[in-house]
T-cell receptor, first 113, second 112 residues
Framework: AQSVAQPEDQVNVAEGNPLTVKCTYSVSGNPYLFWYVQYPNRGLQFLLKYITGDNLVKGSYGFEAEFNKSQTSFHLKKPSALVSDSALYFC???????????FGKGTRLSVIA | DAGITQSPRHKVTETGTPVTLRCHQTENHRYMYWYRQDPGHGLRLIHYSYGVKDTDKGEVSDGYSVSRSKTEDFLLTLESATSSQTSVYFCATKGQDNSPLHFGNGTRLTVT
């Protein structure tokens, strides 16, 4: 069975500083990994995905994520945080065979001016 | 987002009553999903569909049923609502196997 862990419920970072939101996963085969963002009273929005290829994936709004197979991690990063990045972030995984996505519990990012 | 409409957006109902939530999409996506979002649990899959009249159970399917009689509509029914089903319900769709999910804006359901 596949699973995702987001070890931090809350991440606080000052505007302009780099940010990292952590994600580790467990799947039986090769992972398909996704990051989503949720703003208040809205549905989730897709940020980026890793299917295969380069371990560093670039996505929307300047976000990127690094796939690390040995550490089974897929951390979300951004070089310089904006106040507008404050939101709830979800990591999700599925294995091969087009099984449904399994989501982590979410990490609330707060960027302080 | 991506032509997904959930209705109603808000609903308050009493314990024991049946409730149906509707998801309508205009993207002709093959796959459709119902998730619930609860504090401390993230998103959990209730049911999903991989085509008209093809559905399957998710992680938290007890007390819920679904129907998909046409591509654009995916209905979630709570046969007899309970307070534990108070939640925010999200519909999502996907066109191709490796495509990301597109989400609706959610239905906030309160069972009193």
């Amino acid at each position: 069975a596949q699973s995702v862990a987001q070890p931090e419920d809350q991440v606080n970072v000052a505007e302009g500083n780099p940010l990292t939101v952590k994600c580790t996963y467990s799947v039986s085969g090769n992972p398909y990994l996704f990051w989503y963002v949720q703003y208040p009273n809205r549905g989730l929005q897709f940020l980026l995905k890793y299917i295969t290829g380069d371990n560093l994936v670039k996505g929307s709004y300047g976000f990127e994520a690094e796939f690390n197979k040995s550490q089974t991690s897929f951390h979300l990063k951004k070089p310089s945080a904006l106040v507008s990045d404050s939101a709830l972030y979800f990591c999700a995984v599925r294995d091969q065979g087009n099984t449904p996505l399994v989501f982590g519990k979410g990490t609330r990012l707060s960027v302080i001016a | 987002d991506a032509g997904i409409t959930q209705s109603p957006r808000h609903k308050v109902t009493e314990t024991g009553t049946p409730v149906t939530l509707r998801c309508h999409q205009t993207e002709n996506h093959r796959y459709m999903y119902w998730y619930r979002q609860d504090p401390g649990h993230g998103l959990r899959l209730i049911h999903y569909s991989y085509g008209v009249k093809d559905t399957d159970k998710g992680e938290v399917s007890d007390g819920y049923s679904v129907s998909r009689s046409k591509t654009e509509d995916f209905l979630l029914t709570l046969e007899s609502a309970t307070s534990s089903q108070t939640s925010v319900y999200f519909c999502a769709t996907k066109g191709q196997d490796n495509s990301p999910l597109h989400f609706g804006n959610g239905t906030r359901l309160t069972v009193t």
